[in-house]
């Protein structure tokens, strides 16, 4: 009898436990289950999704053309659009005034690496109970020359970062997630900190800022390039609340994204590449993506 | 053939489903209705590959979806002797289990690979998936039992 439970206890418990942190401790060191669901899982997932996506654009779209105002809602469209395009433009251009007025006193200056933008859809918000982490699906993948750590950003600001991605689509790790850390400035006073994300619809930390730093409720912080991910000078988030601590060397700092969260429906991938000139930033994909909507 | 158009239109609502809701898992009914048939092969292969969905979109590194279909499993196995599986009864018990289970499966993954959870997250989502799992097993229930003929046996 007590053989018998013994043998029980072995074969649903015991053994499964094993099996599973083999595999676990297996896959942790080779990498191997990752990649091989990262390829079908995500990518037969994103193939589901396609069709869907393409009914629901194509019925918003009868319905946009037919029964609402035709000539209104392309125009407004195309204001909309050539509005973030001068937005962005606007907060490069007053960060470009800034740092020159800066380097003008310095003796070297390396100018910035050139970046160029492609224009995607989110797909999906946090997918699946694996979700884990406050990520979105994008219709990109490597076959678009994706690969994790590109940055994503829309007209008003920084989103994320590209977190794995399989032949046509990837995720995003979002700047709400609770592991996702940027360095950024503040505007007005050039101070450092790391931006942290607390959890979606969640204020945002920024970290590390000295109790004698300056900064003030409602400076935008910008990346500050410093990791070698994002580009600096990208807006990022406005801050909310500075609180002085008494037990610790930092503020304790709240923000907001400067990107709404809710529902993003179409992103920039930002592409580094060192040779260009840069002079195409900004232009095209996203626009012609938009178009094609 | 019915079977597999069956499953293959079930998988692609559900997976279309937890666009609309976010981490709440639509395809754990049909590994239920799998066991409840006891149709222990098709839920084997089933949840292989519904496993391998999860795991894919997910954010996570390979592990979570494993341990969150095995405990489904586990937990029917072990309550099928106290309850009768198809009792509403026990939905709702195998559904407060799951929203706790999802809960634990993101801690315990976070613990093991060193990622921060965001906590309130995971908890609406676990309530989610207790209010939304006896809804969804009941209609996917009705949907398999109105399309799928039962076997002679």
């Not at chain 1, 490597?142 to 950003?153: C, E």
């Not at chain 1, 995720?171 to 592991?179: A, G, H, R, Y």
């Not at chain 2, 709440?24 to 149709?39: W, Y």
Request: one cysteine or more.
């Amino acid at each position: 009898m007590y053989r018998r439970s013994s043998r029980k206890i072995f074969w649903f418990f015991i053994l499964p436990f094993v099996v599973y942190f083999s595999l676990y401790t297996w896959n942790w060191r080779t990498g191997i289950l990752d990649r091989f669901a990262t390829k079908i899982g995500l990518e037969y997932v994103g193939w589901i999704l396609v069709p869907g996506e393409w009914i629901q654009k194509k019925s918003t779209s009868i319905w946009d053309r037919y029964l609402y105002l035709v000539d209104v809602t392309s125009k407004n469209a195309a204001l909309n659009i050539q509005l973030h395009e001068m937005r962005i433009e606007m907060v490069r251009l007053k960060e470009e005034a800034a740092q020159a007025e800066r380097l003008r006193y310095l003796f070297s200056f390396a100018p910035p690496h050139g970046w160029t933008f492609q224009g995607t859809r989110v797909m999906a918000h946090r997918l699946g109970p694996n979700a884990g982490l406050d990520t979105i699906l994008l219709d990109k993948g490597l076959k678009d020359g994706l690969t994790s750590r590109i940055p994503v950003v829309t007209p008003e600001g920084v989103l994320g970062r590209v977190l794995r991605v399989s032949e046509h689509f990837s995720t995003v790790l979002l700047i709400t997630d609770p592991n996702s850390r940027i360095a950024v400035v503040c505007t007005q006073h050039r101070t450092p900190g790391i931006l942290v994300g607390s959890g979606s619809g969640e204020p945002l930390r920024i970290l590390y800022v000295p109790l004698n730093a300056a900064m003030n409720e409602g400076d935008i912080l910008l990346t500050s390039g410093l990791a070698g991910i994002f580009p600096k000078g990208l807006p990022v988030a406005r801050i909310t609340k500075i609180v002085r601590s008494n037990a610790s060397l930092f503020k304790e700092i709240w923000a907001e994204p400067l990107v709404s969260m809710k529902k993003p429906e179409e992103v920039l991938l930002l592409f580094h590449h060192p040779a260009s000139t840069g002079e195409d930033e900004g232009n095209g994909p996203i626009v012609s993506l938009l178009k094609e909507g | 053939m019915v079977q597999f158009l069956w499953w293959f239109g079930f998988t692609l609502s559900a997976i279309w489903l937890q666009k609309f809701f976010p981490g709440v898992d639509f395809l754990v009914p049909g590994l239920l209705i799998c066991l409840q048939e006891k149709k222990y092969g098709l839920a084997g292969w089933m949840g292989f590959v519904w496993m391998l969905l999860q795991e894919g979109a997910g954010g996570l590194s390979f592990g979570p979806g494993l341990l969150w279909y095995g405990g489904l499993v586990g937990f029917y196995l072990i309550f099928q002797i106290f309850f009768e599986p198809e009792n509403i009864f026990f939905v709702i018990i195998l559904s407060a289990f799951l929203g706790m289970w999802h809960f634990t499966v993101a801690n315990i993954m976070a613990l093991l690979q060193d990622v921060i959870p965001a906590q309130w997250t995971l908890l609406r989502e676990s309530a989610a998936m207790f209010i939304l799992f006896p809804v969804a097993w009941r209609l996917t229930h009705g949907l398999y039992r109105r399309w799928v003929p039962r076997d002679p046996t």
